[in-house]
């Protein structure tokens, strides 16, 4: 009797042991099988929109492989951009191209390597060193091209895949000789961003007497970024740059302003002049608030200081809109449910053409074009006068937008899955 109940309580945890082995080595086989993604993105952070595209890419690949693991291989995440990504995506793994230990254990264990959206191949060096030392795929997500030089077009034959943020790029790759397999249109990743300071936007908004719904934001731009005007960038002046600018300022910022006491005058509306890049807070005070007649300025509230994606798209989403010449502030917008115009001219690249692609032509103004331009004061009014049919059009754009993402989310993960 004794000896039956030693072998039976023996034979018992022979065969709890061998299940909890079977369970270790099943755990440890779903943990090698997790796939890896390598992101290269934030390019830097004296812009908002240049911020925006990394959460935007991040978020999209929460919502559609939530099983998939990404590090991000990042340029720039100073003045508190990686504390805004890690409160958002708080298991993300960051770094960047100094810390040259954990950037060998991603070329080592990542699967896959992902060039984030960007006005070109912004890290072309980077991909080809991805190429030559590890040999695995890597794919291109929402870029614009201005140019195809030799080194480039190499590399894009051997991606997986390149999405195009609008089609003049798409069209200029093809034509080039391009030949990635699979060569689309696809959302510049700053539709996806969803990062929130509500308790930031709301102090400023209680501050200026900016009610939910009751004001439009516009954004002010110069013809090429002064770099040197912002503190702590190593940029040299730049005569030639600063003589176009100067130039140019009254010729592309009188519409606005004259769309702004329009608003003003035959609104209810406030409006809010706002940055998207460090350089254009003082602009708007020169060349949008300063002229404008005493009567508007009652209206008109300037921000004298720059924000983070966070609080600023925490404000746009409580706006009845937005206009300017900058054109990941309407991005945003759009991708969040907010009616934005979208403006540019001859120096910036084709990327404002994605507004024709995603169904807001009549929303796009082009500076270089005195029609278009002369169609913007009546094109602001009506985000406020016919506020349902903007409202309307926004949300179909933002529905065309979403199904690019799914489909663009949907190859990504075929690809790394094969």
């Keep these: 009797m004794i000896f039956n109940k030693i ?4 034979l018992f945890l022979f065969l709890l042991v061998q299940l909890v082995g079977c369970k270790n080595v099943e755990n440890k086989k779903q943990n090698l099988e997790v796939k890896k993604i390598l992101l290269r993105s934030s390019w830097q952070t004296v812009n908002i929109g240049d911020i925006a595209h990394t959460p935007g890419v991040l978020a999209l690949c929460e919502q559609y492989m939530p099983d998939v693991e990404i590090r991000l291989w990042a340029s720039d995440v100073d003045n508190g951009v990686k504390q805004m990504l890690e409160k958002r995506f708080p298991n993300l793994e960051i770094f960047l191209s100094s810390d040259t230990v954990a950037l060998q254990k991603a070329f080592k264990e990542c699967d896959f390597l992902l ?25 291109v997500y ?7 030089p030799t080194n480039i077009e190499k590399i894009l034959n051997q991606a997986e895949f390149v999405f195009f943020r609008d089609t003049v790029s798409l069209q200029l790759a093809k034509r080039k000789g391009v030949k990635s397999p699979i060569m689309e249109f696809g959302p510049d990743g700053a539709f996806a961003c969803d990062l929130r300071n509500d308790s930031a936007a709301l102090k400023f908004m209680a501050e200026n007497n900016l009610e939910e ?15 040197w005007k912002i503190p702590g960038r190593d940029a040299p002046f730049n005569a030639i740059i600063d003589r176009r600018n100067q130039e ?9 302003r004259d769309a702004i006491i329009a608003v003003a005058r035959e609104t209810s509306m406030k409006i809010l002049i706002c ?39 925490s404000v746009y989403t409580r706006s009845a809109g937005l206009f300017g010449l900058e054109q990941h502030s309407p991005i945003m917008c759009i991708g969040n449910g907010i009616p934005a115009l979208v403006g540019r001219f001859k120096e910036q690249s084709s990327k404002g053409y994605m507004w024709h692609n995603i169904g807001l032509k009549e929303w796009f103004f082009d500076s270089d074009n005195k029609e278009l331009m002369d169609g913007l004061t009546p094109t602001v009014l009506s985000l406020i006068q ?26 990504l993960k075929n690809v790394i899955n094969k």
């Design 248 to 256: 140019m300022k009254e010729h592309d910022l009188k519409p606005y």
């Design 142 to 148: 929402g870029i614009t091209l201005s140019k195809v």
């Design 213 to 227: 719904g009751k004001f439009l934001c516009v954004i002010p731009k110069y013809r090429r970024t002064p770099y």
């Design 275 to 313: 940055p998207e890049d460090m350089t254009q807070v003082a602009l708007g005070k020169e060349m949008l608030y300063d002229p404008l007649p005493e009567d508007v300025k009652e209206k008109v509230v300037w921000r004298n200081r720059f924000w983070l994606t966070d609080e600023a798209l």
């Design 386 to 411: 016919e506020k349902e049919l903007a409202h309307k059009k926004t949300q179909k754009a933002k529905e065309f937008v979403e199904k690019r993402q799914a489909e663009t989310m949907e190859i």
């Design 115 to 139: 060039h984030g959206s960007g006005p070109y191949l912004v890290e072309d060096k980077d991909v080809e060193q991805w190429i030559q030392e590890t040999g695995k795929p890597f794919g």
């Design 7 to 10: 072998l039976y309580k023996s």
